[in-house]
Nanobody
């Protein structure tokens, strides 16, 4: 199971910190990632981090986001700065191994101006 937390109301220009706690699987075996879905839009990748701790970022997140993982603690964290209204949406954490994907329940982030 993946449990995302840290969403809520964030001021424009502020910083978002999301955590994903993983249970029931061995985190070290999985590639991990954060995705988001804005109202009326498709789900999109925000950032991923593979088993080798190599991060990748979407164009909109690059330069203002940092994704980290802590395998012994079974957690993954996304930190993103300079939020705008375009960052509003439901953020999901994901664990992927070959064709298997696990998704968290999502946490709503609302950026207020």
């Amino acid at each position: 199971q993946l449990q995302a937390s840290g969403g809520g109301l964030v001021q424009a220009g502020g910083t978002l910190i999301l955590s994903c706690r993983v249970s029931g699987i061995s985190l070290s075996q999985y590639n991990m990632g954060w995705y988001r879905q804005a109202p009326g839009k498709q789900r999109e990748m925000v950032a991923t981090i593979n088993r080798g701790y190599d991060p990748k970022y979407s164009n909109f997140a690059r330069g203002r986001a940092a994704i980290t993982r802590d395998n012994p603690a079974n957690t993954m964290v996304l930190r993103m700065t300079g939020l705008s209204s375009e960052d509003t949406g439901v953020y999901y954490c994901n664990a992927q191994l070959q064709r298997t994907n696990y998704w968290g329940q999502g946490t709503l982030v609302t950026v207020s101006s």
